[in-house]
């Protein structure tokens, strides 16, 4: 899978990838949007998202909250946790934070196995074409790094005809809001025990815009997919038989994780 699909399409018919590009929606209401496209739709999809509001820590679907957050700062300060539909880490995200997701048919690229890390792969291969310009570039395990500073998480969600591989790539991030997140105790090899400000760095210190990113993306797709802009009005929602997986978790989920770790009540919330 190191060359999937990053070859080109050149004489051959360029498979259609439809682009939505949105600013500031809430992160739960575009994890909504994702896992609606992906289980409901039969078309492949990018969908690029600008900032959103309100900061938000987002979770993966088998995190357990007291082992990845501080609840109780969390909670002082009313700062959302959502636990999404994917796979992958814990992040906050805010107005820094710019996401990109592909949704995709498993045959929409050339030789690439739907398989985790063979997605990983690839995704790395079409990043490198982006940043190439910008910075050293590197795919770290499950991450996007510039030398050793993090810069973009990944999560996946795989199903057996599709998947979905979304990226929150930090733009700018406000040092207090990592405060909110403990230390993974199941970490990259690469993070060398670094605490989040040690670890991480700012996309906007090394590229010119966020529009010089995201162009750069939408381009790259352009070497495999036919690229259709969509207006996010336009985007198919609201599938009567539709339930999204992700949730936000209550205060009283929060809490109680806080009174008792061990209750059974808790660890349904935490599953």
């Not at 739709?41 to 082992?67: F, H, K, L, Q, Y």
């Not at 609840?71 to 946790?81: C, S």
């Not at 996401?99 to 291969?125: E, H, Y």
Request: hydrophobic share 40%.
């Amino acid at each position: 899978m190191a060359s999937a699909g990053l070859a080109g399409m050149s004489g051959a018919a360029r498979p259609l990838m439809r682009l939505v590009t949105m600013s500031g929606v809430p992160i739960l209401q575009q994890l909504h949007l994702e896992e609606e496209l992906l289980r409901c739709t039969s078309d492949n999809w990018c969908i690029i998202n600008n900032g959103t509001t309100p900061a938000t820590i987002v979770m993966g679907v088998s995190g357990r909250v007291s082992e990845l957050v501080k609840i109780q700062p969390a909670l002082r300060d009313q700062v959302p946790v959502v636990r999404r539909f994917s796979g992958g880490g814990t992040v906050i995200v805010d107005q820094g934070t710019v996401f990109v997701t592909f949704i995709c048919n498993k045959n929409a690229i050339a030789g690439l196995q739907p398989f985790p890390r063979d997605i990983m792969s690839w995704s790395g291969q079409l990043y490198g074409k982006v940043f190439d310009r910008f910075g050293e570039f590197h795919l770290r395990e499950n991450d996007y790094a510039f030398s050793h500073r993090k810069f973009g998480g990944n999560a996946q969600s795989i199903t057996k005809n599709r998947w979905v591989h979304h990226t929150s790539f930090l733009w700018d991030y406000d040092v207090k809001n990592m405060d909110y997140l403990k230390i993974p105790k199941r970490a990259p090899e690469y993070r060398l025990a670094r605490n989040h400000t040690d670890f991480l760095c700012r996309m906007k210190e090394y590229i010119p815009s966020r529009s010089v990113f995201t162009d750069g993306v939408i381009a790259a797709l352009g070497e495999h997919f036919s690229v259709q802009p969509m207006d996010l009005q336009a985007v198919p929602s609201g599938d009567e038989e539709f339930v999204p997986s992700t949730k936000l978790l209550s205060q009283q989920d929060l809490e109680e994780i806080v009174s008792s770790k061990e209750s059974p009540r808790v660890q349904k919330v935490e599953a």
